[in-house]
C-alpha cells in the first residue's frame, strides 16, 4: 500500500486544517491507520489512530477536544480534521498502517507504507 499525506500549510494560531492520507495499492479497509507527527529535533509521535473500519479511535492528550480523526473506505482516505491549531502543532505530520499489532498503537514502530509527511505551521 501507498499511502500520501496532503492538506497542510502556514495557518495563525486558532485557524483550522485538515489533513489526508490518501491510498493505493492493497485493500485500504484491511487497516488501522495512525496519524504521527514530528517537529524540529524530536522524534516522531502519536496523534491519532483509527481502526480499520473506523469504529474505534483515539487520539492524543495534547489535541483532545481539537483533532479528530475520520476515514472513508469508499474513497481510501484517513482525514485529520485539526482545529483550534497551536504553535506546539508545527511539524510534520505523517500518516502510516499499522503492520505490528502487539503492543501499544502509539509507538511509530508498529507502523509502516509511511507517506511523505506534510508540513504543518501555526504562527502565534
Known amino acids: 500500500v501507498q499511502l500520501q499525506a496532503s492538506g497542510g500549510g502556514l495557518v495563525q494560531a486558532g485557524g483550522s486544517l485538515r489533513l489526508s492520507c490518501a491510498a493505493s495499492g492493497r485493500t485500504f479497509s484491511d487497516y488501522a491507520v495512525g496519524w504521527f507527527r514530528q517537529g524540529p529535533g524530536k522524534e516522531r509521535e502519536f496523534v491519532a489512530r483509527?481502526?480499520?473500519?473506523?469504529?474505534?479511535?483515539d487520539v492524543d492528550d495534547s489535541v483532545k477536544g481539537r483533532f479528530t480523526i475520520s476515514r472513508d473506505n469508499a474513497k481510501n482516505t484517513v482525514y485529520l480534521q485539526m482545529n483550534s491549531l497551536k504553535p506546539e502543532d508545527t511539524a510534520v505530520y505523517y500518516c502510516?498502517?499499522?503492520?505490528?499489532?502487539?503492543?501499544?498503537?502509539?509507538?511509530?514502530?508498529?507502523?509502516?507504507?509511511w507517506g511523505q509527511g506534510t508540513q504543518v505551521t501555526v504562527s502565534s
Open positions: 502510516g498502517v499499522r503492520i505490528n499489532h502487539s503492543g501499544s498503537y502509539r509507538l511509530p514502530e508498529k507502523y509502516g507504507y
Open positions: 483509527i481502526s480499520w473500519g473506523g469504529g474505534s479511535l
